[in-house]
C-alpha cells in the first residue's frame, strides 16, 4: 500500500538547521530545484492499494539512492548518516 507523506514530524532544532547550513548548499538547491512527486504517479500500478502494510515512500526511497550515487556512499552509511 503506497501512501504520499502528507505530515512531517518537524525537529524543535529546525532554526539550526538554517544557521548551520549555507543558503547555497547543493542539497538544499537540489530540494528547491525538483519536486520529486512524479514518483508517485511512475509507481501508482506497482501497489496494491486495499491491503498489505504501508510501504515506506518512495520519494523518500529515491533521495536515498540519489545521496548514495552523489556521494558515493554504502547502504550502511546511508542508514548510518539519516
Do not use: W
Request: charged share 30%; glycine share 2%; proline share 4%.
Amino acid at each position: 500500500m503506497i501512501q504520499k507523506q502528507e505530515s512531517m514530524i518537524l525537529s524543535p532544532y529546525l532554526e539550526i538547521y538554517d544557521l548551520v547550513v549555507p543558503k547555497d548548499n547543493l542539497l538544499r538547491r537540489l530540494n528547491e530545484l525538483d519536486d520529486f512527486s512524479f514518483g508517485y504517479d511512475e509507481l501508482n500500478d506497482k501497489y496494491c492499494h486495499t491491503n498489505g502494510r504501508n510501504a515506506i515512500d518512495p520519494i523518500r526511497m529515491f533521495k536515498y539512492l540519489l545521496l548514495k550515487t552523489i556521494f558515493d556512499l554504502s547502504d550502511v552509511d546511508i542508514v548510518e548518516r539519516s
